[in-house]
């Protein structure tokens, strides 16, 4: 299984990125899609999580600001981040549970992408 993630950048505090997470592969289900981001010297956190069932969860900070979704069709899953902080500047990394064919259900992570929050 594959993650590619997208969409991220500089952006001037205020501004809006859309992250993107597509995952391709041996792919039957996916019963969690997540959000995290890390800074260095820091533990790598949780930004907003999705379950199969459609239920988010978010952490304090980005709350009312982001925004996680999924198109279960793609198995794409995405982070609109709106009124962004310089504190939301981070290497955003994407993490699903998946079930492959096999029957066998594993954890993945993307490789990160970069947003830069800066004026």
């Known amino acids: 299984v594959q993650l590619v993630e997208s969409g991220g950048g500089l952006v001037q505090p205020g501004g809006s990125l859309r992250l993107s997470c597509a995952a391709s592969?041996?792919?039957?289900?996916?019963?969690?899609m997540g959000w995290y981001r890390q800074v260095p010297g820091r533990q790598r956190g949780m930004v907003a999580t999705?379950?199969?069932?459609?239920?988010?969860d978010y952490a304090d900070s980005v709350k009312e600001r982001f925004t996680i979704s999924k198109d279960n069709n793609e198995n794409t899953m995405y982070l609109q981040m709106n009124s962004l902080k310089p504190e939301d500047t981070a290497v955003y990394f994407c993490?699903?549970?998946?079930?492959?064919?096999?029957?066998?259900?594993?954890?993945?992570w993307g490789r990160g992408i970069q947003v830069t929050v800066s004026s």
């Open positions: 993490n699903l549970h998946v079930r492959d064919d096999t029957g066998w259900s594993h954890t993945v």
């Open positions: 999705v379950m199969s069932g459609g239920s988010a």
């Open positions: 592969g041996n792919i039957v289900s996916i019963s969690f």
